[in-house]
């Protein structure tokens, strides 16, 4: 069975351009995380979804930052007008069901993002 | 705020030795802790996960602990092989965080063949 799966893996940006990064969970599975992680650091939290509805996107850096999962699978994370801070590899995971205490995350291999 | 701390930063040690990573975090309010692995450039795999009415999780060569009133995990690896070599995070959810998974900012592992 296929794991977690993220296109591109590698984005060159310049400053001011809009990306989009997408994830493609692993089939049936109802949670969906997004992370941020910036170099020699771990994992940052960014949002989380439950099938399609975005339970919790506290830690969206900034309004520039948009995901969803409109379908319940597959997740875009957007990217509005980059910055050099947002330079940085994201990760996203899923988990099967949505129980908080007992799932494993499972995780993709990530876009590394850099904007010039 | 919840914040995880892992010790040390880096370590490398001889083929065959048996070590313990260390994680700490300041809200013992967790309802589960696991260890991850990252190798580099790719992302993490989840090795353990101890959920927090328990004291921990053994799988192979690998075992966790957890003591929650003071705050602290141990990963135990038994007789360390170069395959080891990656980095480890320790990550906790929390009750006060909602979904989030809180990271600590893991140990490079090295192992001497």
């Known amino acids: 069975g296929a794991g977690v799966s993220q296109s591109p893996r590698y984005k060159v940006a310049k400053r001011g351009q809009d990306v989009a990064l997408r994830c493609d969970p692993i089939?049936?599975?109802?949670?969906l995380f997004w992370y941020q992680q910036a170099l020699g650091q771990g994992p940052e939290f960014l949002t989380y979804f439950q099938n399609e509805a975005q339970l919790d996107k506290s830690g969206l850096p900034s309004d520039r930052f948009f995901a969803e999962r409109p379908e319940g699978s597959v997740s875009t994370l957007k990217i509005q007008r980059t910055q050099q801070e947002d330079s940085a590899v994201y990760l996203c995971?899923?988990?099967?069901?949505?129980?908080?205490?007992?799932?494993?995350?499972?995780f993709g291999p990530g876009t590394r993002l850099t904007v010039l | 705020k919840q914040e995880v701390t892992q010790i040390p930063a880096a370590l490398s040690v001889p083929e065959g030795e048996n070590l313990v990573l260390n994680c700490s975090f300041t809200d013992s309010a967790i309802y589960n802790l696991q260890w991850f692995r990252q190798d580099p450039g790719k992302g993490l795999t989840s090795l353990l996960l101890i959920q927090s009415s328990q004291r921990e999780q053994t799988s192979g060569r690998l075992n966790a602990s957890l003591d929650k009133s003071s705050g602290r995990s141990t990963l135990y690896i038994a007789a360390s092989q170069p395959g080891d070599s990656a980095t480890y995070l320790c990550a906790v959810g929390d009750y006060t965080g909602g979904f989030k998974t809180i990271f600590g900012a893991g140990t490079r592992l090295f192992v001497k063949a």
């Open positions: 995971a899923s988990s099967l069901g949505s129980s908080r205490t007992t799932d494993t995350q499972y």
């Open positions: 089939s049936g599975h109802v949670s």
